[in-house]
């Protein structure tokens, strides 16, 4: 599956943006086949989860820092993965990365459950 995340910007502490992750499956492949998370990576940070969403489109985890704030959901009709993000601050700052995973054996949050990544949208939050 081939993922291409977008959405990204330069805004002000107390913003909103919406990030999307558009996803093209393979010929023969349905729609909606993949779990699929929300990562970010901040300058000099390790990659972090932010949020995952099931098949069935019920999210299943959040960051703590972003609960509350963000909003994973999918779009079947458009076939993309949107990331709602309201009331943003400057800790939101990072290269944010969709990923999508054939299946969960242990942990939504673990980057190493995810077999697929898109190549990344930058959110700057300015305070």
């Known amino acids: 599956v081939q993922l291409q995340a977008s959405g990204g910007g330069l805004v002000q502490a107390g913003s909103s943006l919406r990030l999307s992750c558009a996803t093209s499956?393979?010929?023969?492949?349905?729609?909606?086949?993949?779990?699929m998370g929300w990562f970010r990576q901040a300058p000099g940070k390790e990659r972090e989860f932010v949020a995952a969403?099931?098949?069935?489109?019920?999210?299943?985890d959040y960051l703590d820092s972003v609960k509350g704030r963000f909003t994973i959901s999918r779009d079947a009709a458009k076939n993309t993965v949107p990331l709602q993000m309201n009331s943003l601050k400057p800790e939101d700052t990072a290269i944010y990365f969709c990923?999508?995973?054939?299946?969960?054996?242990?942990?939504?949050?673990?980057?190493?459950?995810?077999?697929?990544w898109g190549q990344g949208t930058k959110v700057t939050v300015s305070s």
């Open positions: 969403i099931n098949r069935k489109g019920v999210a299943a």
């Open positions: 499956e393979p010929s023969g492949q349905p729609r909606g086949s993949w779990i």
């Open positions: 990923a999508a995973a054939s299946q969960i054996t242990n942990d939504f949050r673990s980057i190493d459950e995810y077999e697929y």
